[in-house]
């Protein structure tokens, strides 16, 4: 059901609020909230292009959308499991694809390192529970990493050739799992992850304006990226994501690592459509393609890790401060679970208890609740991680979809 004019108007008026504050608001954002049919109910930007640029934001900028790519992926992975490539749960097949895998150790919290008791599986990378980490979320492994440090988005391997911070299996961690998971598409494809998402879910989907190397079409529109210091003012940065925009011959682009975790550039509006597509269960309805069965599509919802009922809530720190705030809590639902590749939790906006959900570290939020029929993405690129200024408008959006389906 699209929004009533007034909902409509106040939505647009909250988000146009959130930016008027040019120091310590937001430099700018793009909201999306798109029904199963693939209509949008919503879709405004508000703000400017970045801190200290005098462009205004538009429906389409272009946004480094970072862990947001993590559900194509799975959406990728899922595919070739529907064909018999993959397996959710062949240790063997994913050490032969990736035989990096075959010798990482595990790292113990007084910083020594053993041996890892098990394979790892494909569903142990899509759910996080591995044993991979990040560095920015955990003081271990970014404290192991010293002096050099690993930086996860510079487009090289040897940054995503981690030890465990614990024996697969054994718990929850979140971490460069899924660009494993990728390596593991392109390996047995024989395509580059982006080739692959080109091909076999933006084409199909109609999306033109999604990339792990935007062309210069894209590049021109990129929304800049911005920090906010401890004292709430805002300030420019230089975008993380830097190899992927300078490299430009083919020759460097397949030089560079294709994450699957956190690699893609997307316009939001072509976002929500991947989000469509799962609301109307793996088919697109838009184009009519089907993307994924309907069965597929219902396993990737299904709660994978009932095993670790508390995993959310055993927070996050903010191991390098610049990219992160800790995060006690990862969201406040009643109900929380692990599908493969993203989050399942209800919550206070009226949300369904089995919606899917997800973020992208410079503050991008999405949420699938297949039940009732409606997704959608609140989009910035401000850093640290968790700004509660963003996460603030992310409620807003959802509260305001769930009201106008009422």
């Known amino acids: 059901m699209p929004f009533s004019t007034q909902a409509t108007s106040d939505l647009q008026a909250t988000l146009d609020s959130a930016c008027a504050d040019g120091d310590k608001g937001l430099p700018g954002v793009v909201g999306v909230v798109v029904g199963r049919d693939g209509t949008e109910h919503f879709a405004h930007a508000a703000g400017k292009r970045g801190y200290g640029s ?24 899922m595919q070739l499991i529907e064909q018999g490539k993959l397996s959710l749960d062949d240790p063997a097949q994913v050490e032969k694809l990736c035989p990096e895998l075959k010798e990482v150790n595990v790292l113990q919290p007084d910083g020594s390192l053993v041996a890892k ?3 790892i599986s494909l569903r142990m990378l899509l759910t996080h529970t591995a044993g991979f980490g990040y560095t920015f979320f955990h003081e271990g492994l970014r404290d192991h990493s010293k002096p050099v440090g690993y930086d996860e988005f510079s487009g090289h391997l040897s940054d995503v050739i981690q030890p465990l911070v614990h024996q697969p299996g054994e718990g929850w961690q979140y971490g460069v799992g899924i660009d494993w998971a990728g390596f593991c598409v ?19 989907l109609g999306l033109k304006n999604m990339s792990m190397f935007p062309p210069a079409s894209m590049k021109a529109k990129l929304a800049y990226m911005n920090g906010r210091g401890p ?12 190899r992927s925009l300078v490299v430009t011959d083919q020759e460097d682009i397949s030089r560079c690592s294709n994450s699957g975790g956190a690699g893609c550039f997307a316009k939001p509006q072509e976002y929500c ?11 697109s309805p838009t184009t009519g393609t089907q993307i ?21 809530k055993q927070g996050i720190p903010p191991a390098k401060a610049d990219l992160t705030n800790a995060i006690p809590d990862l969201y406040p639902g009643q109900q929380q ?21 997800w973020a ?40 305001a979809a769930y009201k106008a389906l009422a």
């Not at 992850?193 to 879910?201: D, K, P």
């Not at 994924?292 to 959310?312: C, G, H, R, W």
């Open 360 to 399: 992208g570290l410079p503050n991008l939020y999405w949420w699938c609740d297949r039940e009732q029929g409606v997704a959608g993405i609140i989009c910035s690129q401000i850093l640290p991680f968790a700004d509660p200024q963003v996460l603030n408008l992310w409620v807003a959006l959802e509260s």
């Open 117 to 119: 008791k098990r394979g």
């Open 54 to 77: 005098s462009d205004p934001m538009t429906l389409d900028s272009i946004f480094w959308i970072a862990s947001c790519t993590k559900m194509i992926t799975g959406v990728a992975c």
């Open 337 to 357: 679970g692990w599908g493969l590749t993203f989050m399942l939790s209800d919550g206070p906006t009226g949300r369904s208890g089995t919606t899917g959900h």
């Open 231 to 242: 004292d709430g003012i805002l300030f420019p940065r230089d975008h993380l994501l830097h």
């Open 273 to 283: 459509q991947i989000l469509a597509m799962l609301l109307n269960d793996g088919t």
């Open 292 to 312: 994924l069965k309907k069965e597929t599509v219902n396993m990737m919802f299904e709660n994978q890790i009932s095993q670790f009922p508390d995993f959310a």
């Open 186 to 204: 392109e390996r047995t494809t024989k395509q580059s992850l982006n080739e692959y998402f080109q091909q076999h879910i933006f084409s199909p």
